[in-house]
């Protein structure tokens, strides 16, 4: 089948499900036409541990995904998490050549910038511009054409560890899928529930997957942090499995149905009946007992959060607030709970303004798969194609990485 220059796929290989997300530009925007997931049991913590198990689950998801669409994948834009992931802030400075800044100026500033000492195992994945100093005149978002003598640039930088990149590559190829693109989880998250008015003013978009919660903090429409916890869902109900002695499948369910990450949602005289197991009869628990123990994980992931925050010298600039996406959002009270903790407004982040099958992704589950897509549109969309037209290959998936910078600076303003 031809390839169509319309169609963008985004490849969310989760911890605890595999999706793939195809979508059509349409006028404009983009109508979401095939969706396929399957469950997950290849990664830890959001880093793939087993290839065969990934491959066989992506294969599923990708299959379903094209049969809904009647369109085969070729290539698509795929997530990374994991808690190898770094993000930091870094500042580069050029003298400009001819008294008035040019593209060439730009990049040999972000070069300047990205000039860091990495670990020798990491690999450069984001190099997203917050904004340009020409001379004493801070705070300028292009300054392409401006007169001055001295260019400097503020970026935020992401890293991962070079194997955990390559072997995701690997499972997408094996699968069939060449990879456009290795994009940070929560950034691809942030692209499908988050509006630019709270980019603008400074939001924190909080993903609270199976085996990651990925965080990344916007202020004046900027990345100005990012940052992964090893920790969500699956510890949440590794814990009520724990507390209440049942098996993890069970846990799992009794979490889903009636798992609350506030305590105090359930009134004392609340019972809830747990399943035997081994032929034992079903027994009565409290549901309090089972709030206590979702809060005491939940609260612990949401502190984490807001002490990191706290460390970065970043609660002053999240002015509109928290946003809690992926399947643990899901748990009743997460809203209240993060309200306490961070003492700020806090909505769940369900995927926005997309058209077509509109039902299907309206849960956080499909945030990051969704943020792909709307990612790969806005880059094909802005970005000088022929940039991104020779593909990483399994060996090297960031071959192309060095011809960015100029590209990232029309992107991102
Ligand atoms: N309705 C629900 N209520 C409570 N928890 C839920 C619900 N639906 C999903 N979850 C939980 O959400 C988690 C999965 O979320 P998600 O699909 O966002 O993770 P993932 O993308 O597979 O993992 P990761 O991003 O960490 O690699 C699981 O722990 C699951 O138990
Ligand atoms: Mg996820």
Known sequence: ??????????????T????????????????????????????????????ENTVESITKAVEDAELMAGYQIQDAYVGIAGSHIRGFNSRGIVAVKSREVTQQDVDRVISAAKTISIPIDHEVIHVMPQGFTVDDQDDIKNPIGMSGLRLEANVHIVTASSIAAQNIVKCANKSGIDVS???LEQIASSEAVLTEDEKELGVALIDIGGGTTDVAIFHRGNIVHTFV???????VTSDVSKGTTTIPQEAEKIKIKFGIAKESLASKDEIIEIPGFGGRPPRPISRQLLGNIIEQRMAEIFTWIRKNIEKNGLESKILSGYVVTGGAALIEGSVELAVEIFNAPVRI????NFGGLTDVISSPIYSTGVGLVKYAYKNRNELNKKAFSSKRSPDNPFATIKNWFSDLIEYFF
């Open 349 to 352: 982040g369900y995927p926005l």
């Open 1 to 14: 089948m031809e390839k169509n220059d319309n169609i963008f796929v985004g490849l969310d290989v989760g």
């Open 181 to 183: 693109e290795i994009v």
């Open 229 to 235: 916890i090893p920790k969500g869902g699956q510890s």
């Open 16 to 51: 605890t499900k595999v999706c793939a997300i195809v979508a059509e530009a349409k006028g404009g925007s983009l109508e979401i036409i095939g969706v396929g997931a399957s469950g997950s049991v290849g990664l830890k913590n959001g880093v793939v541990v087993n290839i």
